[in-house]
Nanobody
Framework: QVDLVESGGGLVQAGGSLSLSCAAS????????MDWYRQAPGKQRELVAG???????YYSDSALGRFTISRDNAKNTVSLQMNSLNAEDTAVYYC??????????????????WGQGTLVTVPS
């Protein structure tokens, strides 16, 4: 009913920058929250950054000062601008959204949706 698709991952040298994008599609009435998570090999998935509608963005300690999250509500997208990347940033990055989805013939429900992930590799 609602899909998230990430893009923008790839290989970047230490100190470089990369921008990730996530696009939501489907029966969307509104999006309450969009977050970026990441999961490195052998490690637990962790929150990197996020933004709730009507609130200020939030960041993990490692992302603060280097990463910037932004939303384009009209396009149902969220982006993550990542600067000063280092090897510890290597992970699969996942987009998460809490979506108010429309129901037929009327009404709505909230869905928690995950994207498929996009790999970011920063060689040491």
């Amino acid at each position: 009913q609602v899909d998230l698709v990430e893009s923008g991952g790839g290989l970047v040298q230490a100190g470089g920058s990369l921008s990730l994008s996530c696009a939501a599609s489907g029966s969307i009435f509104s999006i309450d929250e969009m977050d970026w998570y990441r999961q490195a090999p052998g490690k637990q998935r962790e929150l990197v950054a996020g933004i709730k509608t009507g609130s200020t963005p939030y960041y993990s300690d490692s992302a603060l000062g280097r990463f910037t999250i932004s939303r384009d509500n009209a396009k149902n997208t969220v982006s993550l601008q990542m600067n000063s990347l280092n090897a510890e940033d290597t992970a699969v990055y996942y987009c998460y959204a809490k979506v108010k989805a429309t129901m037929w013939p009327s009404g709505y429900r909230y869905l928690e949706v995950w994207g498929q992930g996009t790999l970011v590799t920063v060689p040491s």
